[in-house]
């Protein structure tokens, strides 16, 4: 299986500031997710990236607050913009390995906002 | 609207239990059902089931799925405090993205 890299591994952050989150793959994949585990719950998907396209957003997420880049098939990054404290959540981005393959995960991002 | 549904919640059981997690589903256009381990925050991967009434093994744990009544079930024998984790199952629709159950905590006490 693909091998993912996420980082940080978890960062801690005022209010109204910004944070990008990192997701890099061993290997060309065509399709990169991005989703948020809030605490004690289970995960959302924020948008699925694709590249050399816009990303595509599940509903209640949008672009100017998880503005998200595909520059290369083997890289992506979550922008979590003018964070407040109800976006401490952990991030994930995941990968599709290929046809009637399971998605993989990175390690995951914890972010907690002051 | 799609979703998953999974059950018990949580679950506290001793070593050499075994147990049985569920998860029932109603989703458009299905593909695939999977399951996942969350320890600390990577989920990282079990089963993914795509055909009815075929069980996957891996070592003290198994799955199946019914596509006709919609539902799943994980089950693990002989646990041990290591399988102590939040088990999470994954429903997977044409667009390639999931939509993830609410997860078992299972606790598994020596």
């Known amino acids: 299986s693909a091998v993912i890299s996420q980082k940080p591994s978890r960062d801690i952050c005022q209010r109204g500031t910004s944070l990008t989150i990192q997701c890099q793959v061993d290997?060309?994949?065509?399709?990169m997710f991005w989703y948020r585990q809030q605490p004690g719950q289970s995960l959302t998907l924020i948008a699925t990236?694709?590249?050399?396209?816009?990303?595509?957003?599940e509903s209640g997420f949008v672009i100017d607050k998880f503005p998200i880049s595909r520059p290369n098939l083997t890289f992506s990054t979550l922008t979590v913009s003018n964070m407040s404290p109800e976006d401490s959540s952990i991030y994930l981005c995941?990968?599709?390995?290929?046809?009637?393959?399971?998605?993989?995960f990175g390690d995951g991002t914890r972010l907690s906002i002051l | 609207e799609d979703k998953v549904v999974q059950s018990p919640l949580s679950l506290v059981v001793h070593e050499g239990d075994t147990v049985t997690l569920n998860c029932s589903y109603e989703?458009?256009?299905?593909?695939?059902l999977l399951w996942y381990k969350q320890e600390k925050k990577a989920p990282t991967f079990l089963f993914m089931l795509?055909?009815?009434?075929i069980e996957k093994k891996s070592g003290r744990l198994s799955s199946i799925l019914d596509k006709k009544e919609l539902f799943s079930i994980l089950n693990i024998t002989a646990t041990q405090t290591g399988d102590s984790a939040v088990y999470l199952c994954?429903?997977?629709?044409?667009?390639?993205?999931?939509?993830f159950g609410a997860g078992t905590r299972l606790t598994v006490k020596p």
């Open positions: 994954a429903v997977e629709a044409e667009k390639n993205d999931m939509r």
């Open positions: 990236a694709n590249q050399g396209s816009e990303a595509t957003y």
């Open positions: 995941s990968v599709d390995t290929g046809p009637g393959q399971p998605q993989h």
């Open positions: 989703v458009t256009n299905f593909r695939s």
């Open positions: 290997s060309q994949v065509t399709m």
């Open positions: 795509t055909s009815s009434g």
